[in-house]
């Protein structure tokens, strides 16, 4: 999951496996969500701020089947096939999956018109993803995801695009620097910083996928996995001491010239130049759990630090190749439905979810109705809404 | 499904089931659509006709998931479930399904809800929808149904509500009752009609399955469908004896004083008041596949009867109670996207496809860079898209 892992939690905690009684005979499917127009018109607050936003920045709005091949899915390097997807057969004994994630389906689109698209792309989807976990705490089994991706281009203005746009939309939400900062790293970076410490780079991705751990498991268990990498006490250390490093200029000092480094500084120049750069902090802690990602890095956090990351992303320059594709460079973001929810509502920023209906127009007798309907009919038919009642009042 | 029996053919006519070759490996899942950016313009046309008729006809937009119980689907009466059902099992061994329509879900939502809710109400979803066939024929596995509702209102001024709106999206697409026309029958009608000529009414939801499939089958194999319901050979005459009734003047000949009949012709005045008349046409073989309608059904097709129903549906006062709720009077329709599309296509009707993007601003050299992030930040903040070069050009 891009933006947000693990999955959404809903409401309901505690929920154990064996209440599928009666009082849930009209329940949806458990994890998942209904949307009464109530809800619906919050989520659509949502996805319109995401929607505009992406269309301001030039990125062209793409989607793809919900329903996606487990071949596709299986291919995905890094990591292995998740047990928390939703799998099935079709009659024919194809595998098929509720999507997980949209990057491996937009990964496939490109490569099969590779030769014939223009390239840099900029493209944005808004997506449901699933995922299937034992329902012990409540956890949701959907949500939407806003997409954003740039491919075909190695500079780091793509990361400066697509974080942008991100932190536009939170914006025009109504966040500012104060509610929200991103945090961003290098996994690059990171790979230069071990190898001058002598960590043998086959076990880079391994370790990225340990280190993201931190916080979940403690600092011992995530020493525990990295042994078990046959990365020794020693490297561990450094590992650790490398993570500590707190500023930019920190690493400067131990990586000269080296141009992941370069890169970082350039991509903070660029947010002061576009004017976002209050709201990102360097942190090389940041590593993303997906196992693509070769670059910078990045998460969105609330500043009160109450919730889970609002956005996430990075560059990922070998998936079209490991996919079967050419390579491509490749930079994206992931920007889930759930969080920004939660975090609009404790700050009391919820979006307005009242009716936008502009007229209703009743009758007191059944003589009157047809002057109603005339006047709905002319209403309607001047672009104004309005609710017809169906019997006399 | 609803609004379009059966689901929409794929251009991919005579694909075999077994061409699962290289070449397909960037395919997306057999039968579903990837929207590439122009095909999602072109989709946003449609769906935006939708939504804003929608919302000018006074529908609050909800939405559900598009995995529902299996145990939601097998309740549904008057049918059985289809072997056409993305079927699957979560890891507690619960049945689920990708929905086959959204109706389900639908009243599923209200009756949850059945003492908080006000009515009638009046609620619209665009939904994609789900139906495995075996790729014979090259058919779509998926599409997207946009689905109006009116819940909890006798009078017909529900079903001219619908109606309504549905030609209302229709005309903002550019099309006029020189192309496309809407038939409307009553099973209702039907119903009286048969019981006056003597025929068992317990007989009538399986004798209006099988007189759906007209056109799909020869007027024989439907008598013999008849005979297997246990309709004679004379009654199966009547039965066809009522269907060639060609309006609605010589059924009062027959059912003078029928409610059902009343109904129909408010309906006409309604439409007239509404000025929409000139759409409809008095068809009393109309009855729609779906078990679940009661009273008055309809169905859209183009003049020129090259393509399968633009949309369908019709009155379901039985649905609520038959799933466990209260009984509660339904109209509703659905209104698929691919027949609308080829329809538009064929009419030369396409929606424009362009890309709407207001700004590129490119840079020729490095130094140049800086003014034209600033000049692209500038326009976004004024709400022009706009698309900045990632490299010097």
């Known amino acids: 999951m891009r933006g947000n892992s693990p999955l959404p939690q809903g409401e309901g905690q505690g929920e154990g496996e064996l209440n ?4 849930h005979t009209f329940a949806p499917p458990r994890g998942m969500r209904d ?18 936003t992406a269309r301001l920045w030039g990125f062209e709005e793409y989607d793809a089947p919900v329903v996606e091949t487990l071949d596709l899915l299986e291919r995905k390097a890094g990591e292995e096939i998740s047990e928390q997807i939703y799998a099935f057969q079709d009659k024919s004994g194809r595998g098929l999956a509720l999507r997980p994630e949209l990057t491996p389906s937009l990964a496939r689109m490109i490569i099969a018109r590779q030769g014939a698209l223009s390239f840099p792309l900029k493209w944005s989807a808004i997506a449901q993803c699933f995922r299937y976990e034992r329902m012990t705490r409540g956890r949701k089994r959907e949500h939407y995801q806003w997409n954003l991706d740039i491919v075909g281009e190695e500079s780091v203005l793509a990361e400066a695009e697509v974080l942008g746009a991100a932190i536009a939309a939170l914006r025009r939400l109504g966040l ?6 991103v945090r961003v790293g290098s996994r690059a970076v990171l790979a230069g910083l071990f190898a001058r410490s002598g960590i043998a780079p086959e076990h880079f991705t391994a370790l990225c996928l340990a280190l993201d751990k931190r916080g979940k498991i403690s600092d011992d268990q995530v020493r525990e996995l990295l042994r078990a990498e046959g990365v020794g006490e020693a490297d561990a ?5 490398m993570l500590a490093l707190r500023s930019l200029e920190d690493v400067d000092g131990r990586l000269a010239g080296d141009s992941a480094v370069a890169d970082l500084h350039t991509l903070f120049d660029h947010a002061r130049d576009l004017g976002f750069g209050q709201y990102l902090d360097f942190d090389l802690t940041v590593i993303r759990g997906l196992g693509y990602y070769t670059g910078i890095v990045f998460e969105a956090f609330d500043t009160a630090g109450r919730f ?4 996430g992303g990075g560059r990922y320059d070998n998936l079209l190749s490991t996919l079967g594709g050419e390579r491509m460079p490749c930079v994206g973001l992931g920007f889930g439905d759930v969080v920004v929810m939660e975090l609009l509502a404790q700050l009391g920023k919820a979006p307005a979810t009242a009716r936008g ?6 009758y007191m007798d059944e003589p009157s109705r047809n002057l109603a309907m005339q006047v709905a009919a002319r209403l309607r038919a001047g672009g104004e809404s309005c609710d017809l009642a169906l019997a006399a009042e």
Chains 1, 2 share one sequence.
Do not use: K, N
């Open 176 to 181: 500012s620097h104060e509610d929200f900062r």
């Open 20 to 23: 599928a009684s009666a009082m």
């Open 237 to 241: 250390g450094r590992v650790f001491e």
């Open 35 to 52: 949307f009464y127009p109530e809800d619906f018109r919050a989520r659509d607050a949502l996805f319109s701020a995401w929607r505009e």
């Open 308 to 311: 889970r990351a609002i956005f």
């Open 357 to 362: 209906l502009e007229y209703a127009v009743g």
